[in-house]
């Protein structure tokens, strides 16, 4: 089952625009990952940011992680065409033994309009 | 290219089929994934293994899949009589003990 889910589904902007997508989850996280897909394609690896960390930068990107909310959010600065693709968090949940186990959600379809 | 590889990266079967896919995982991760992804969906967990043992299988996997990864290198993805509901893409992926897990292109299965 999908522990995970983005909002929004889809988000359609200009070129130069910022970009926010949310996620929220059920359980207790070791870390959570943010994956870009381009169609048909393998996933990225973009950001991972654990639980006891609330902000993370990597060029474009900026993650936020609030534990207490259970939520994170991805913010893509200014927008580029090459930007348009699919946008997965995945969290790994803690257990006994962790192991890296993600779950992901249904994903966010940006497009970014030239 | 010192990524994950996977192949084929397309299979089309009949139904009733045997299908096998490889992953060839970063060199040394000892952690490697299988993952299955239906439209419009994120990747569904299948199963884990740490080098060689196979620690995990999600409820997802019927008796009709097995995995392997002997000598704990690259892995392999069986699925006896295919059904259509097994069309999918299959993702691999392989992790060290940093937790980041890094996704190979995937194998495209459809079954006719």
């Known amino acids: 089952s999908q522990q995970g889910e983005e909002d929004p589904q889809a988000l359609s902007i200009q070129e130069g625009e910022n970009a926010t997508m949310n996620c929220s989850y059920k359980?207790?996280?070791?870390?959570l990952q943010w994956y870009r897909q381009n169609s048909g394609r393998g996933l990225v690896h973009l950001i991972l940011?654990?639980?006891?960390?609330r902000e993370k930068h990597s060029g474009r990107l900026r993650v936020t992680l609030d534990t207490s909310k259970k939520s994170s959010s991805l913010l893509i600065t200014a927008s580029r065409a090459a930007d348009t693709a699919s946008y997965f968090c995945a969290t790994d949940a803690v257990r006994g033994t962790s192991y890296g186990k993600l779950t992901f959600g249904q994903g966010t379809i940006l497009t970014v309009h030239p | 290219d010192t990524g994950v590889s996977q192949n084929p990266r397309h299979k089309i079967t009949k139904r009733g089929q045997n299908v096998t896919f490889r992953c060839d995982p970063i060199s040394e991760h000892n952690r490697l994934y299988w993952y299955r992804q239906t439209l419009g969906q994120g990747p569904e967990f299948l199963t884990y293994?740490?080098?060689?043992?196979?620690?995990?299988k999600s409820r997802l996997l019927s008796d009709r899949f097995s995995a392997e990864r002997p000598k704990g290198s690259f892995s392999t993805l069986e699925i006896q009589r295919t059904e259509q509901g097994d069309s999918a893409m299959y993702l691999c992926?392989?992790?060290?003990?940093?937790?980041?897990?890094?996704f190979g292109p995937g194998t495209r299965l459809t079954v006719l």
């Open positions: 359980t207790s996280i070791n870390n």
């Open positions: 293994f740490q080098n060689e043992a196979q620690l995990e």
């Open positions: 940011i654990r639980s006891n960390e």
């Open positions: 992926a392989s992790s060290s003990l940093k937790d980041t897990q890094y």
